[in-house]
């Protein structure tokens, strides 16, 4: 895991919308962690340019994060493109909404009781174990199994392009700002 101060509280729920998330570690913990320009570097060798193709559970939002992080902290954007497995899965299953990566697992019978649901590494094998299990049930490989499902390839431009276009950092200064020495 890399842990970062968000340097912002955390909205664990949205009213109406979603179950409260429960963080895998203590809220305290992530402000005492150094805050994203430290990481940058790494994020950026991970994730750009590597010849891997990306997966991730409602990857839209984390590369909208991502983006919103790096105008924040006035760094040059990360281009990361990938693959959708919540939009993936709500197209596999024909359905109008799109699930949660535990209701997904449950759906499909992935045993992950030896995974901590909502700490990144666990969450990135949980999305590996899903697409994997997909892939088996059409009996193709995992670039044959995307290659039927362009329609889930997120491509960040247009969220880079949107997030440096905003005028406001839409809600990080509403907040309550913490320090890592807070």
Do not use: W
Request: glycine share 4%; net charge positive; with cysteine.
């Amino acid at each position: 895991d890399i842990i970062i101060n968000p340097e912002s509280k955390f909205v664990l729920a949205q009213k109406g919308h979603r179950d409260k998330i429960e963080l895998d570690y203590p809220e305290e913990y992530f402000y005492k962690q150094d805050s994203f320009p430290a990481f940058y570097g790494k994020i950026k060798k991970l994730i750009s340019g590597c010849g891997y193709t990306v997966i991730g559970h409602s990857i839209q939002s984390d590369i909208y994060f991502l983006a919103f992080a790096c105008k924040r902290y006035h760094l040059q954007s990360i281009k990361v493109d990938g693959y959708d497995t919540q939009k993936i899965y709500k197209e596999y299953t024909k359905s109008s909404q799109v699930a949660s990566l535990e209701k997904i697992l449950t759906a499909l019978e992935i045993d992950c009781n030896f995974l901590t649901l909502h700490k990144s590494s666990d969450d990135a094998h949980a999305t590996f174990l899903v697409l994997k299990e997909l892939c088996q049930r059409d009996n193709k490989s995992m670039q044959e199994f995307l290659d039927n499902y362009n329609s889930c390839k997120v491509e960040s431009n247009n969220i880079i392009s949107n997030v440096n276009t905003q005028k406001k950092y839409v809600g990080l200064f509403k907040l309550k700002k913490v320090s890592k020495n807070s």
